[in-house]
Structures are given as C-alpha cells and as structure tokens.
Nanobody, 124 residues
Framework: QVQLVESGGGLVQAGGSLRLSCAAS????????MGWFRQAPGKEREFVAA????????HYADSVKGRFTISRDNAKTTVYLQMDSLKPEDTAVYYC?????????????????WGQGTQVTVSS
C-alpha cells in the first residue's frame, strides 16, 4: 500500500483557485495510478480526476473538466490538483487515492490506498 497525506485545502471565494497536494510514501509511486475524489455532506464519494503512471493518461469528471488539472511529480512522489474557477458546488472533502492496478479509475473500487482528506469550501 501507499501512505498518502493531502494538504492545500481551505476557504476560497467563488471564481478563485486552490492547489491541493498529496504526498505519497511506501509502494513505488511512479508505477501507481493516482486519483482525486470528493465527498460533500450527505453525498457519496465521487470521482474528480485521475492520472495513470504515465503522465499522458488523464481523466476528469465532466463537472470539473476545463477547470481542474491533475499532475504528478514522480521525483517528489507528489500528485497535485489545480482547481480554478471554483464554484460553491465544489465544496467537499477532497481525497487522494492510489491504484496499484491502474484499472477502474473512475470508481473507488479501483484504489487500494486513501488519504485522510482535506476540506475545500467555496463561498458564493
């Protein structure tokens, strides 16, 4: 498994930006697919973005496409989520996740390691 620690959450006004970071340790980071999910109060955890071990493979939920960007730095064993043009509906706890299989990246079942989450609140 991979140990994951998120940071960078906070309170921001609508239209603003935040960058989340997820520092990884443990299993070889460079061969793990990485993803971001979010969970709002009373709702299920939902897929936000994912990136395969090869940085050429990225995936986004339709709700964030064009506004969020996932990236990774294998030398720093860190994955990032740049969030621009934030909306109040983006308010949630954001979780970083690692996948050893690289499959089913749009679902929580595709991941074997999770961080503790970081709160993002977007005010209107």
């Amino acid at each position: 498994q991979v140990q994951l620690v998120e940071s960078g959450g906070g309170l921001v006004q609508a239209g603003g930006s935040l960058r989340l970071s997820c520092a990884a340790s443990g299993r070889a980071f460079s061969t793990s697919a990485m993803g971001w999910f979010r969970q709002a109060p009373g709702k299920e955890r939902e897929f936000v973005a994912a990136m395969g071990w090869s940085r050429s493979s990225t995936h986004y939920a339709d709700s964030v496409k064009g506004r969020f960007t996932i990236s990774r730095d294998n030398a720093k064993t860190t994955v990032y989520l740049q969030m621009d043009s934030l909306k109040p509906e983006d308010t949630a706890v954001y979780y970083c996740a690692a996948s050893g299989s690289g499959r089913f990246l749009y679902t929580t079942f595709g991941y074997d390691s999770w961080g503790q989450g970081t709160q993002v609140t977007v005010s209107s």
